[in-house]
């Protein structure tokens, strides 16, 4: 199953960037600690490639500290890039931000040249909470659910630094499989566009691969990483009292256990991809979607060459 989530709103926000960040010094995105590579819009990165970029890991105190810093090299590697892991809600941790805008573009400053900086992410990766520790007020909604900022806002940080905040925007369509169900079981994607129990038997594979003790510790289970998602999440519904009548188990309410133990890190410190993973997940993405392409293509031309060929009626 393909996750796919696109609101009319982000159109909106695709092209408010666009216009945006032909003015803009530096680019600030934030990620999810936990899924760094599928939390990183492509169509972003597509539309502010040239401008020199802020990499947010939020939420590092819920991921997987020795993955966090593979993701962390990741990206500090990469040229105009500097990645930082943090937690929005630390104001400490927060307040070095604006100096770290400041190295990548060291131009800018001074009322005659202030520091324009766009600040972006996919929903609920915890910008609205970031925002408001920068600013010291409550200038952005937040809430733990995908889409709670609708529109483009201004924020004057200092005399000579503006903040631009964008809703969280996603891409028309993710051809990596992988990273749909991490958005999903993230809280990414609005609820309503994929199926709680599939991206929970998606999200128990993972863990029984890397993190086969967390499961067990959190539900008292033994041998997780022999079993098969479905029995674990069988399991999971009977030791946490989500059974129907003649001990049949309610999966939808394991499913949604599992989720949430996942997203408020009940189950511990989890990251669900590393940078090569990612690249692999990546360029399996990426073939299957240009065949994909291609077959739209060809189908589309021998309809066409049908139509010609056809004897007038």
């Known amino acids: 199953m393909a996750i796919q989530w696109f609101p009319g709103h982000m159109n909106l926000t695709r092209k408010a960037i666009a216009e945006r960040i032909q003015e803009i010094d530096v680019v600030i995105e934030v990620l999810d600690a936990r899924l760094p590579g599928s939390s990183a819009n492509p169509l972003l990165a597509e539309m502010t490639g040239h401008k ?3 990499k947010i890991l939020n939420k590092q105190d819920m991921a997987d500290p020795a993955r966090t810093q593979q993701w962390l090299a990741h990206y500090n590697a990469q040229p105009g890039t500097r990645a930082i892991a943090l937690q ?6 927060v307040a070095p931000l604006a100096a770290a805008c400041q190295a990548l573009a060291p131009g800018r400053g001074g009322l005659a040249k202030p520091m324009r900086v766009l600040i972006c992410g996919v929903p609920n990766v915890g910008k609205s909470t970031l925002i408001n520790q920068l600013t010291g007020k ?28 964008t809703p969280g925007l996603l891409w028309p369509r993710i051809i990596v499989a992988q990273s749909g169900y991490n958005l999903a079981a993230s809280g990414a994607i609005g609820r309503n ?30 041998g997780v990483a022999a079993m098969k998602d479905e029995e674990v ?4 519904g009977r030791k946490r009292g989500g059974l129907l009548g003649k001990g ?9 256990i599992v989720i949430t133990e996942f997203r408020n890190a009940t189950l511990g410190r989890i990251t669900l991809e590393t ?21 739209k293509e060809a189908k589309a031309a021998a309809k066409k060459k049908g139509s010609r060929s056809a004897p007038p009626a």
């Open 88 to 93: 929005a809600s630390n104001a400490a941790a």
């Open 248 to 256: 049949k188990v309610n999966t939808q309410k394991a499913a949604e």
């Open 193 to 222: 566009a994929y199926d709680e129990e599939l991206v929970a038997l998606e999200l128990l594979e993972r863990l029984r691969q890397d993190y086969p003790g967390l499961i067990e510790d959190r539900y008292k289970l033994a």
């Open 233 to 236: 999440l069988e399991a999971v």
């Open 138 to 165: 409550h200038h952005a909604r937040t809430g733990d659910e995908a889409g709670v900022t609708k529109m483009e806002q201004r924020i004057t940080l200092a005399d000579d630094f503006y903040l631009y905040d």
């Open 52 to 54: 020199p970029t802020l």
């Open 275 to 295: 940078p090569g993973e990612f690249a692999q997940w990546l360029a399996t993405g990426q073939q299957l979607d240009a065949e994909r392409l291609a077959k």
